[in-house]
């Protein structure tokens, strides 16, 4: 299930902040609480020593404790700053004990042991309800007098234990009053951040079939936003275009098709409203017969253009001489070139092989050669070239006709476009302004170039590259 961006962010900001939030106060309490346990172990030990110095200054081995004269009620007073004393025989038996204490401090025999056998042993309890920290000192270590004896140092841990609770809930209350304010700032930072996006999905709802003319004006204070809402426009500009140039073409397309079908719609009314003899029905079925030819040449052309539209032209490239194909075409073609008085030059130049479609490269030569041979006046001349280069092969066709119109050379290649509408009807040049289209979509299925150009001295030249190795394998 899909989920707000808005949310996410904050989600993921706040979490992202209060994982560091809880990291920096779990490092800070134990380090807290590691500096307290140092320095108060620091404490007892010195307490140590100067209690055990003090014990055993007496010559013959007695021993006291050097207490403050505190009454009692000053006693309770400073309680957490009492440092409890006791000594033991490592027996386990009490021989001694601060001032103010009422009872015995809390005693392992284990630790005892260890501690009368010169060693320092430290230990957490509990005295009198409060957490203590305890240390057992060996008083050996200060004559043999003592050999026996253990000196026990106990230090309340109630303010520690106070101060890490104090500064943790304090961390605790900073860091839930962070990460509410984290969230409503990623919240409202989110929500600023993606406003510019709804203003965009708003205007582009708002943009159908009829309005493609329209733009995304949506304010974006953000070079990121901007360069959106520009690409989102050209995109818009290229759906724009593409739609009315399929508006176009499916109006062309249609005037194309009904033209061959009105005329053989008149055909066969004239010959059906009274019986006439056979070469009167000849003529007639040979007037459709060309109609028909016509209406599947335009048929097969927009097929083959649909093709190329969808990226579904199929190729089958394979090693092919382009002059052998060009000499194939040339030949076919020499009978409506000599009818016109035209004379067909052909200049091969280097190797000429190219990984191609046999069956659509003929195509393209024949559109080339048979689009010069019908807008080129009679007596005219028209140069097929084709030359090797070290990756491509140049096939192009000039002739010394009327050229393109300067002002249309870049439309040359649109489905039905006619350099001269008024002779686009005419028995000379009876074309269906798809040839050149068709060119472009072949070249293009193999991943190469074309060209359209008016030659200086009049004519016009028209130049397909195709590849050595075919780009796109059908």
């Given at each position: 299930m899909s989920r707000s961006f808005r949310v996410q962010l904050a989600l993921r900001a706040t979490a992202t902040i209060a994982l560091a939030l809880v990291v920096i106060s779990v490092v800070s309490v134990l380090g807290l609480a590691s500096v307290l346990d140092r320095?108060?172990?620091a404490t007892i030990l010195n307490v140590a020593t100067i209690q055990a110095a003090s014990l055993t200054d007496g010559p013959l081995g007695e021993m006291h404790f050097h207490d403050w004269e505190l009454t009692p009620a000053e006693a309770e007073s400073v309680r957490d700053l009492v440092r409890y004393a006791q000594v033991w025989q490592v027996e386990g038996v009490s021989l001694l004990r601060s001032q103010y204490m009422t009872g015995d401090l809390p005693l392992e025999l284990a630790y005892l042991d260890r501690a009368g056998a010169g060693e320092l042993v430290w230990?957490?309890?509990t005295f009198q309800d409060i957490p203590v920290r305890v240390l057992y000192f060996p008083l050996e270590r200060l004559g043999e007098l003592h050999e026996r004896h253990v000196l026990q140092v106990a230090a309340p841990l109630s303010s520690r234990n106070a101060l890490v609770s104090q500064v943790g809930l304090f961390l605790t209350l900073l860091s839930v009053g962070v990460i509410a304010s984290m969230f409503a700032g990623s919240w409202w930072l989110a929500g600023r951040a993606i406003r510019p996006v709804h203003e965009v999905i708003d205007q582009a709802e708002e943009i159908g079939a009829k309005s493609l003319e329209r733009r995304i004006q949506a304010y974006a204070d953000t070079r990121e936003?901007?360069?959106l809402v520009d690409v989102l426009n050209t995109m818009l500009s290229r759906i724009e275009s593409a739609f009315e140039g399929q508006r176009q073409f499916t109006a062309d397309a249609s005037h194309e098709l009904r033209s061959p079908l009105t005329a053989m719609r008149g055909e066969l009314e004239l010959a059906l409203r009274r019986d006439r003899d056979a070469p009167e029905y000849r003529r007639v079925l040979g007037s459709t017969l060309e109609e028909v030819v016509r209406l599947s040449r335009i048929t097969e052309d927009l097929l083959t253009l649909a093709r190329s539209d969808s990226g579904v032209l199929l190729t089958r490239p394979e090693p092919v001489e382009?002059?052998?194909i060009v000499d194939r075409v040339i030949e076919k073609l020499r009978g409506p070139a000599a009818a016109k008085g035209l004379e067909v030059e052909q200049s091969m130049v280097g190797d000429t092989t190219a990984e191609v479609d046999p069956v659509l490269l003929?195509?393209?030569?024949w559109n080339l050669v048979d689009n010069a041979i019908r807008f080129t006046p009679r007596g005219g001349r028209i140069r097929v070239t084709a030359q090797g280069s070290d990756g491509h092969v140049d096939l192009a066709v000039e002739d010394s006709g009327p050229g393109f119109p300067e002002d249309r050379v870049d439309r040359v290649f649109d489905r039905f476009f006619q350099a001269d509408p008024a002779r686009s009807r005419s028995e000379e040049a009876p074309g269906t302004g798809l040839g050149l289209a068709i060119v472009k979509g072949v070249a293009e299925a193999h991943g190469g170039e074309v060209d359209a150009t008016n030659l200086p001295?009049?004519?016009?030249?028209?130049?397909?590259?195709?590849?050595?190795h075919s780009a796109v394998k059908g």
């Open positions: 320095d108060l172990d230990t957490d309890a936003y901007r360069r382009v002059a052998g003929g195509q393209v030569v001295g009049g004519g016009a030249r028209v130049a397909v590259r195709f590849p050595r």
